[in-house]
Every structure is written in structure tokens, then in C-alpha cells.
């Protein structure tokens, strides 16, 4: 038989993973497990009663995290406008760039505790293609455009994570403007 969690145990759990997603956000998935417990307010054993290794506090997180991306693509894909749904995605994740600088080696997979989450990030990139096809089709945005050429923006978006903060807090949004004014119709590149 399964007992229910007693509420201040879901509380407390719910409580840690929060406090971790901010920590780990701000200051990367190796920020020691006594300095989450300490920031949450409640004693080490606590935390690891909840969870027990690193790898699960921060598979916890990385699974909020990827719900809250698989819940931005379904919202982009469900748009009507091609236009809005593809920058809006776009400038989702450029803002995220920002917000969870130190979440993004797992969410992006080229941290081990990313590898459970490939198959949502294929599942984000089959969102993607179908995002950019539907733009084509409707001509919201120019007609070579490829899905690669946006993947490349948004590894572009992506690197700026190792600049410091204050600077990407003004690098990142202007590099997301600049790859949506190559996207729109009529920016096709120069030929020299």
C-alpha cells in the first residue's frame, strides 16, 4: 500500500525544487547540495530525504524546466499566426538564455544530467521544423529560409550564456532582433 506524502513533506519537496531552479539558474548545476538545503531554509538531511543524490535534485529541475519548453512549443504550435508563433518561440528562448544561464548545459544536453531529456529535445526540434515549414508555406518569413539557418541562430543566442550577465542582458535580445529581421521576407542576404 502507497501512503500519501504528509503535506508538509509535498510542500517542502515542492519548496527545494523551486529554491534549486533558482540557484542552479543563477548559478549552475554544480552548486553544492549543502548551499540548496541552506538557501531553502531546512536542514541537509531533509533535502536528501527528498532527494537523495545530486543527479536527482537536478533531474527534478531539468524536468520542470523541459515542461515549461514542451509547454511553449505546444503554445507556438497551436498559434494561428505563423509569424507570431515562430519570433515568439524565438524570443522565448532568447529570454531564457538569460533567466537560467546555469540551467542551460543541462536543458541544451551537454550536461550528463540532460541526457534524460533528448527525447523532448527532439520532440522540440520536430516543433521547430514544423514552425519554420508552416512560416515558409505562408510566406511569413523569407522563402530559402531553413530550418538550419535558425538552429544556427539560436546556437548564436545560445553561446552568448558564457558572456557575463551584464552584458548579455543587452547582447542577447539584440542578436534575437537581428535574427528576426533576417527572418522576415525581403532581408534575403546580399550577394557580393
Known amino acids: ?9 509535498a510542500h517542502n519537496r515542492r519548496h527545494i525544487v523551486a529554491v534549486a531552479h533558482a540557484a542552479f539558474a543563477a548559478e549552475g548545476l554544480e552548486l553544492p547540495m549543502r548551499e540548496i538545503a541552506r538557501r531553502a531554509g531546512l536542514g541537509v538531511a531533509t533535502l536528501y530525504r527528498h532527494f537523495p543524490s545530486r543527479p536527482d535534485l537536478i533531474g527534478a529541475v531539468l524536468a520542470e524546466q523541459a515542461a515549461d519548453c514542451g509547454a511553449a512549443m505546444r503554445a507556438a504550435l497551436d498559434d494561428p499566426d505563423p ?6 518561440l524565438i ?4 529570454d531564457y538564455q ?3 544561464r ?6 541544451l544536453g551537454s550536461h ?3 541526457l534524460p531529456f533528448a527525447e523532448q529535445r527532439r520532440a522540440h526540434a520536430r516543433g521547430l521544423e514544423r514552425l519554420v515549414e508552416r512560416a515558409r508555406r505562408t510566406e ?6 531553413s530550418v538550419e539557418d535558425v538552429r544556427v541562430g539560436l546556437w548564436a543566442i545560445a553561446s ?13 535580445p539584440r542578436l534575437a532582433n537581428l535574427l528576426l529581421t533576417a527572418l522576415a521576407p525581403g532581408s534575403g542576404s546580399r550577394q557580393s
Open 112 to 114: 550528463a544530467a540532460g
Open 83 to 88: 509569424w507570431r508563433a515562430l519570433s515568439g
Open 1 to 9: 500500500m502507497t501512503r500519501k506524502p504528509r503535506v508538509d513533506a
Open 140 to 145: 511569413a518569413v523569407r522563402p530559402e529560409l
Open 160 to 172: 552568448f550564456r558564457t558572456i557575463p550577465p551584464e552584458r548579455a542582458g543587452t547582447a542577447v
Open 91 to 94: 524570443r522565448r528562448f532568447a
Open 98 to 100: 538569460l533567466r537560467a
Open 102 to 107: 546555469g540551467l542551460n548545459d543541462g536543458v
